[in-house]
């Protein structure tokens, strides 16, 4: 199947970790994803990881990725009240060619 | 990294009316953009696969007589809504691949509101 899963909410203190988990059941998805979407705009790419490596750290972002059980987190460290947004994991198919996403996961930041 | 845009940010038409959606890579070339619709609250719906030069490729259950497709430079493409209903109110993305891993650049979204 081409389902991507996430939880659909997440409410952190600001300053504090936020994770937000990502399960999907292609396994022959080379490239994983991470968007954010803040209320009515376009998806803004955050980061990306290729799927031999199984972490990758960009600033606050950190990215684990765990092959055998086709699990993706995002982990945002320090998080502030402009990370707020809805994010959304995907995954691409047929070398490109077709890109899954799952359903976004609404982060709220609690002052 | 890619920029891609879209031309009208928002629209408002009346019910029966067409209206065209543009969607632009800015700094580089897209043999192959995609059009998605996102209803309130819920996650992306891919619509359609738009390919410079050929016909588009449409998702099951999309009507290509309702939402015209084309793509006729390396850097444009168009969705038309032909005769809106309200029901087509929705928030339109596009995105086109870029570099090596496709990775899907998204353009900023129109939000069409058919009254």
């Known amino acids: 199947g081409e389902d991507v899963e996430q939880s659909l909410f997440l409410s952190v203190r600001e300053g504090d970790s936020s994770v937000i988990n990502c399960t999907y059941t292609?396994?022959?998805?080379?490239?994983l994803y991470w968007y954010k979407q803040e209320p009515g705009a376009g998806l803004q790419l955050l980061t990306y990881?290729?799927?031999?490596?199984d972490m990758k750290q960009d600033q606050r972002l950190t990215v684990l990725l765990n092959k055998k059980d086709k699990h993706l987190s995002l982990r945002i460290a320090d998080t502030q009240t402009g990370d707020s947004a809805i994010y959304f994991c995907a995954e691409t198919l047929n070398y490109g060619q077709n890109f899954v996403f799952g359903p976004g996961t609404r982060l709220s930041v609690l002052p | 990294g890619a920029v891609v845009s879209q031309h009208p940010s928002r629209v408002i038409c009346k019910s029966g009316t067409s209206v065209k959606i543009e969607c632009r890579s800015l700094d580089f070339q897209a043999t192959t953009m995609f059009w998605y619709r996102q209803f309130p609250k819920q996650s992306l719906m891919l619509m359609a696969t738009?390919?410079?030069?050929?016909?588009?490729?449409?998702e099951q259950g999309v009507e290509k007589d309702k939402f015209l497709i084309n793509h006729a430079s390396l850097t444009l493409s168009t969705l038309t809504v032909t005769s809106a209903h309200p029901e087509d109110s929705s928030f339109y993305i596009c995105?086109?691949?870029?570099?090596?891993?496709?990775?899907?650049?998204f353009g900023p979204g129109t939000r069409l509101l058919v009254l």
């Open positions: 990881i290729f799927s031999n490596m």
């Open positions: 292609d396994s022959s998805s080379t490239y």
């Open positions: 995105s086109a691949p870029f570099d090596r891993a496709r990775t899907q650049y």
């Open positions: 738009s390919n410079e030069g050929s016909k588009a490729t449409y």
